[in-house]
C-alpha cells in the first residue's frame, strides 16, 4: 500500500538528528557537503561560480579526466559473483593484475574501503591477531572493530612499538597492517625496517597502496608492493578511476569467498571496470614524466614552505602528500585559504589525532601553485 512516512517517525528522525549534530557541532567536528560544479586535478568550481586551486584531489596523474575508452554491453553484474556466476571479464581483469604486479592472485572490489573491512574480516577469521598503525585508513580500523578482531594499534611508523608488539604476541599468528604512503601524514614506512622486523616474527605484512599506486616505485607500483605479502590497491586515486583490488597468495580468491562478508555480500564490480583495468594501468606505468614533475613539484612546496617561514616541526610528509598540524584553528584557516582562492578543507579528528590541513599536490599544480599556497599559509597561520 502507498502512503507517506508517518509524521511521528518523521519526528524521531529529526529529533535524533538534530541532537546527534548539535553534540557534533559543539565539539567542533560537524561536516557539512560543499557542492563544487566541476573538479580536475587542480581546481574545484563552486557552486556559486567561484573557481579555486584545490589540493584536494587524489587525482596525482590527472587521470580522473581521461575519456572512457571503452563500451560494454553490460551496465551491471547484477549479482554478487558466488551467486550470479563469476564474470570472465572480471578473472580476466584480476589475471592482469595479479601478471603486472607479480602476485598470484588478485582480486578486484567495488571499493577499497570495502576491500580493508574485507580483509581484515578475512584475516581475523582465521584465526590472525592483527596489528595496525594508529594512522592506518578508517577503512582497516572500521573492518577491526565490526569483525571483532584481536587487534593492537601501535605508534605511528613506530618500529620499536612494532616490534614490542610483535614480541608480546608470543606464538599467536599475526598480520602487520602498514600503508605504502600514508593518507594523512604523507609519510612512507621504512621498508627494510619493517620487513625485517615482520620477518623475524613470522608474520604476514599487509601494504595498501591507496596513495603510492601510479605515483612511487618504478612504474608507479607502489613502495611496499613486491615485498609485502598482500596488497591493497585502489583505482579511485592516481588511476583516475573508481573501485579496487587485492594482491596476494595462492588462496586469496577462495579466503574471500568463505571469510570475508564485504566481498560475499555485495554486487560484484561492473566488467566495465574490469574492461578499463588493463589500459589504465599500463598507461600510468609509462606517466614516468609526471611521476617526475610531482615528485619534484612536492620537495619545491616544502622548500616553500620552510622559506615561507611555516615551523617544520608542523608539517609532515615526504612525497606528494604533505600534512600541517594547525589545532582548533584548523577549519578557520582552511576558510580564510578559500577566501584566497585556495581550497584545503580543514581534516579533523577522529580522521587526525589534532586538526590540520591534508594538502594534497598533483602532476597538474603548476610551482606558482605550491609558491602560493605556502606563502598564503605562512600569512593565515
Ligand atoms: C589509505 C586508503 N585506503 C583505502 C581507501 C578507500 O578507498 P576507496 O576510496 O576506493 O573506498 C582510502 C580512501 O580514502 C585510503 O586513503
Given at each position: 500500500m502507498r502512503g507517506t512516512p508517518s509524521d511521528s517517525g518523521q519526528a524521531l528522525f529529526s529529533r535524533s538528528l538534530e541532537s546527534f549534530l548539535a553534540g557534533l557541532g559543539s565539539d567542533g567536528l560537524l561536516r557539512t557537503h560543499r557542492p563544487v560544479t566541476a573538479t580536475d586535478g587542480r581546481t574545484v568550481r563552486l557552486s556559486d561560480g567561484r573557481t579555486l586551486v584545490s589540493f584536494a584531489s587524489n587525482d596525482y596523474l590527472g587521470l580522473g579526466a581521461m575519456p572512457l575508452t571503452v563500451s560494454s554491453d553490460r551496465s551491471s553484474s547484477s549479482a554478487s559473483r558466488l551467486l550470479g556466476g563469476s564474470l570472465a571479464e572480471l578473472h580476466r581483469a584480476e589475471e592482469f593484475l595479479a601478471d603486472f604486479f607479480g602476485y598470484p592472485e588478485a582480486v578486484l572490489f567495488p571499493s577499497g574501503f570495502q576491500a580493508n573491512v574485507a580483509l581484515v574480516m578475512a584475516l581475523s577469521r582465521m584465526g590472525l591477531v592483527i596489528v595496525a598503525d594508529r594512522q592506518d585508513h578508517a577503512s582497516v580500523k572500521t573492518g577491526l572493530r565490526a569483525s571483532g578482531a584481536r587487534f593492537h594499534l601501535v605508534n605511528h611508523l613506530s618500529s620499536s612499538h612494532l616490534e614490542k608488539r610483535l614480541a608480546s604476541l608470543g606464538s599467536a599468528g599475526a598480520a602487520v597492517f602498514t600503508e605504502g604512503l600514508f593518507s594523512m601524514s604523507g609519510k612512507s614506512p621504512d621498508s627494510a625496517q619493517l620487513i625485517e622486523i615482520t620477518d623475524k616474527f613470522g608474520t604476514i605484512l599487509i601494504s595498501d597502496e591507496a596513495h603510492a599506486?601510479?605515483?612511487?616505485?618504478?612504474?608507479?607500483?607502489?613502495?611496499?608492493t613486491g615485498s609485502a605479502h598482500i596488497v591493497v590497491g585502489t583505482f579511485g586515486k592516481a588511476y583516475g578511476l573508481w573501485g579496487a583490488f587485492i594482491l596476494g597468495p595462492v588462496g586469496l580468491h577462495d579466503l574471500m569467498a568463505n571469510g570475508a562478508f564485504p566481498y560475499v555480500y555485495t554486487t560484484a564490480p561492473p566488467p566495465v571496470l574490469a574492461a578499463l583495468v588493463p589500459e589504465r594501468v599500463s598507461h600510468a606505468a609509462q606517466m614516468d614524466g609526471e611521476r617526475d614533475r610531482l615528485l619534484h613539484l612536492a620537495r619545491r612546496f616544502r622548500q616553500a614552505l620552510s622559506d615561507a617561514g611555516v615551523s617544520p616541526e608542523n608539517v609532515s610528509g615526504n612525497h606528494h602528500i604533505t600534512f600541517v598540524t594547525v589545532g582548533p584553528r584548523a577549519t578557520e584557516v582552511s576558510a580564510l585559504l578559500e577566501e584566497r582562492g585556495l581550497w584545503v578543507p580543514a581534516v579533523r579528528p577522529p580522521t587526525v589525532p589534532v586538526a590540520g590541513l591534508r594538502i594534497s599536490l598533483t602532476a597538474m599544480h603548476t610551482e606558482d601553485d605550491a609558491e602560493r599556497l605556502a606563502s598564503t599559509l605562512a600569512i593565515v597561520l
Open positions: 599506486l601510479g605515483v612511487l616505485g618504478p612504474e608507479g607500483r607502489g613502495v611496499l
